[in-house]
């Protein structure tokens, strides 16, 4: 189903939005750009390092074990998902590097990131269903059966990383024309994606930026099922910190009908961190402010980065053997 059918939907509306941007703190409008500028951010430096909150090696390992603590401390009834998963898995889906992420994703806040892991996995349970979630976050695995949908290329990691660190995700709703893959297997194919992306760094501020392409884009394109589902895994589950949206050249009909309803399902601090680029030609300057140059970006968007999502497919069985074979 498209957003065009969702007349009863729950919006998040522009008075909303001028109210929460009128309420922010200091504090949070301080987050917002360090998150957002990363190191362009002409925040003096006492400000910069306050918003980042920088943690030596013995308080990252501190918040690990607490955050461990946490999570059994969760009644078993609420994390069912999980403890069935700690007896399946590979080890690597619990290591203190794993907690990590989640940890970063809250402000290293153990309460929080044992409370963002389990819904971690109660999420992964409810998108790839009881016997392939537990399976390794693979293309010969979990994802065996998800190719078309990761070949159509509607949102994957680009090869390089921002002036700031951050990987860069890439998203072009216009890529989704729904042949030979369903909408669940498209939203299986974000999260391979965002798993790809999420292990590839190891700043714990670095973060990830989300890029919009919305040039072409038609209301059909927007798959409600899995456009929900990627806002909704995105604020509340994924090993993932979004520190900035940049949606570019959006047509006036997601404006209109589509921001409203994703922006409902969005929390505070990332509607905060949605930015709008455009017109076309104007894109790659926009973003060039938020140190995303040019040859960061594919060549339709004004860069210079070949586009390629069946190499990238290749590339990543390359990967995936490797590691199979160590």
């Known amino acids: 189903l498209s957003f065009l059918s969702l007349s009863d939907q729950p919006r998040f509306t522009e008075e909303q939005i001028e109210l929460e941007r009128l309420t922010m703190t200091d504090e949070e409008r301080a987050a917002v750009l360090v998150d957002t500028f990363g190191k362009l951010c002409k925040m003096n430096r006492h400000k910069r390092k306050k918003a980042r909150r920088d943690l030596d090696k013995e308080s990252i390992e501190f918040l690990v074990k607490r955050t461990r603590n946490e999570i059994d401390a969760i009644h078993n009834e609420q994390k069912t998902a999980l403890l069935n998963a700690r007896e399946k898995c590979r080890p690597q889906e619990f290591s203190d590097a794993r907690l990590l992420l989640f940890l970063r994703c809250v ?7 044992a409370e963002r892991f389990v819904r971690y996995w109660e999420g992964r349970r409810e998108v790839f269903g009881n016997e392939k979630y537990v399976l390794p976050m693979t293309l010969s695995e979990a994802l065996k059966d998800d ?10 990691p680009l090869p390089k990383k921002d002036l700031s660190g951050r990987s860069m995700m890439y998203l072009e ?17 974000f999260w391979y994606a965002m798993e790809v992306s999420s292990q590839s760094n190891t700043d714990i501020n670095a973060g990830v930026c989300q890029i919009i392409w919305d040039k072409g884009s038609s209301p059909f394109d927007f798959d409600r099922y899995a456009w929900q589902g990627y806002i909704s895994h995105l604020t509340h589950s994924w090993p993932m910190k979004p520190t900035a949206i940049h949606a570019c050249c959006t047509p006036a009909f997601v404006i209109r009908i589509i921001k409203p309803i994703l922006f409902y399902f969005m929390d505070r601090e990332g509607r905060a961190r949605v930015i709008f680029h455009g017109p076309e030609s104007e894109v790659p300057n926009s973003l060039s402010n938020y140190g995303i140059l040019r040859d960061m970006i594919p060549a339709h968007m004004g860069g210079t980065l070949e586009y390629d999502p069946s190499l990238w497919i290749a590339n990543r069985r390359a990967v995936e053997l490797e590691m199979e074979e160590l």
């Open 173 to 189: 709703p216009h890529r989704n024309t729904g042949k030979g893959y369903s909408s669940e297997s498209l939203l299986r194919a």
């Open 107 to 113: 402000g290293m806040n153990a309460k929080d990131a």
């Open 147 to 156: 190719l078309a949908a990761i070949e159509a290329g509607v949102y994957l």
